[in-house]
């Protein structure tokens, strides 16, 4: 679908008649301006156009397969895990704006102005999969997973993946883990079913990754419904193992539909030996606020304030960061994508948090940097005004905040203090390896399929 057409909505349909009538004829006006995009943008073009970017993307997916190659894959289960690469061409900068994926508007796409895909093949053995690593893999042996949300097709999650990659400017491995999506706001329920589903195929993925030699640093960025996904395949793979390989050193969480009852209980399941989690969050995400009403009206992770100081307490406790984006403004109208649209945010991913930066580990709080920045190119308008133009995001960060808390006391805005303990019950499970079809199963230090 078009950039602005993303499927980026959110639950609709576990709720009464009346009540999910009125939601889906919102959200049906709220989409009513977006064109039904061409089908089959995965069939590749012939050649690409000068100063445009590749980008080469491994995919891993228990999606079944398609049988239009313009496709590749349905939003069925499949009864295997499939690797492949996709190469995409990203249009040269003066064509397009950070943030956005430029959707062909026909067949074939014009690589000059539009993402086009160059290539598209399927890994058969693990020896494809290590070959293809060792041509893309990044000179600091960091590995991003992306692990995508509710209602998307694979064409449309493999194109915001290459723009991510592309925009963030991250120099990581860029690998995507699909689930099955059917790609329809009507069908929330088999997409949180196929989450489930999910769950062991990347769980194992994970696994294998931290068990390669070459690989010194995963870092993982999960949106919407896929955080659901990834914080359960974690969850697995701690109470297996009595914790998660250091090498998983950074999760992001982007606009979470998590209960946050749920989300405590997981990191505490997870114990002490787990990942640093960053969470962006936006008090405006329409898309979580209709999740909020089906849920039993308890709050989800991607919606909270900040300034509650019950949250603050827990996840300050818990060593967690939380980025609050509810004054950034993007082209998404239900607030459910800025971590992508962004351009700030999209290019902090890939100067701060992907690349093992993580914000808990500066000694200059994310706040305070970019009201530096504001107050530089804003003085002539006055600082406050500045950082609210140039730097709509709050910090709160168990480490930086006191350095932004300093910064906002003097526009009137103390930040206060941050987030409650976790628990840390432990669960004896006995280890084991799990196998789904032919994904990578762990035996010992090595990499096997199994």
């Known amino acids: ?31 009513a301006g977006c064109a039904s995009p061409p089908e089959g943008v995965l069939s590749p073009v ?7 970017t590749e980008i080469s993307i491994m995919v891993a997916t228990t999606r079944a397969p398609s049988d239009n190659p313009g496709l590749l894959y349905s939003g069925e289960r499949g009864n295997a895990v499939d690797f492949n690469e996709l190469v995409v061409s990203i249009p040269p900068e003066a064509h397009r704006k950070i943030g956005e994926v430029q959707w062909p508007k026909t067949l074939p796409a014009d690589p000059s102005r539009e993402f086009a895909t160059l290539s598209a093949s399927r890994f058969d053995s693990v020896t494809d999969i290590r070959a293809w690593y060792q041509r893309n893999k990044s000179p600091s042996g960091r590995l991003l997973i992306f692990v995508h949300g509710f209602n998307t097709r694979y064409e449309s999650a493999v194109y915001r993946f290459a723009q991510i990659a592309h925009d963030s400017r991250t120099d990581a491995t860029p690998v995507m883990f699909t689930w099955p999506s059917r790609g ?9 079913e196929s989450t489930n589903y999910s769950r062991s195929a990347l769980e ?12 010194t640093d995963i870092i993982i960025l999960a949106h919407s419904m896929g955080t659901w996904l990834a914080m359960e395949s974690l969850r697995q793979m701690a ?26 209980q997981q990191l505490a399941d997870m114990g002490s030996k787990r990942p640093k989690f960053t969470v962006f969050v936006s008090q405006d995400d329409r898309a979580l606020t209709l999740s909020r009403r089906i849920s039993g009206n308890v709050d989800r992770l991607g919606q909270i304030d900040i300034h509650n100081p019950v949250y603050r307490d827990e996840f300050e406790r818990g060593g967690i960061t939380i980025l609050d984006l509810s004054a950034l403004q993007v082209g998404d109208s239900l607030n459910h994508s800025k971590f992508a649209e962004s351009p700030e945010v999209v290019k902090l991913l890939g100067q701060r948090l992907i690349d093992g930066q993580a914000v808990t580990e500066q000694d200059l709080g994310l706040g305070a940097e970019f009201g530096a920045t504001a107050m530089s190119v804003s003085n002539t308008v006055g600082s406050a005004a500045g ?5 709509p995001i709050a910090i709160l960060d168990p480490k930086a905040r006191n350095t932004f808390d300093a910064q906002s006391q003097r526009f009137g805005r103390n930040l206060g203090n941050s987030v409650r303990g976790i628990v840390d019950p432990r669960l004896n499970l006995t280890p084991r390896c799990t196998r789904l079809g032919d994904i990578f199963c762990v035996t010992g230090s090595s990499l096997s399929s199994r």
């Open 184 to 192: 329809s706001v009507f069908d929330y329920g088999y997409d949180k």
């Open 387 to 391: 950082m609210a133009i140039s730097a």
């Open 204 to 215: 194992t993925l994970l696994t294998g990754a931290a068990a390669a030699p070459e690989i």
């Open 46 to 52: 012939a050649q690409t156009a000068p100063d445009a």
């Open 239 to 264: 109470i297996r193992n009595d914790g998660i390989p250091s090498k998983i050193g950074n999760v992001i969480l982007a606009s979470p539909d998590l209960d946050v009852d749920v989300f405590s």
């Open 1 to 31: 679908m078009p950039a602005w057409c993303m499927p980026i909505t959110e639950p609709l349909l576990t709720m009464g008649r009346t009540a999910a009538g009125a939601a889906v004829v919102g959200l049906a006006l709220s989409l």
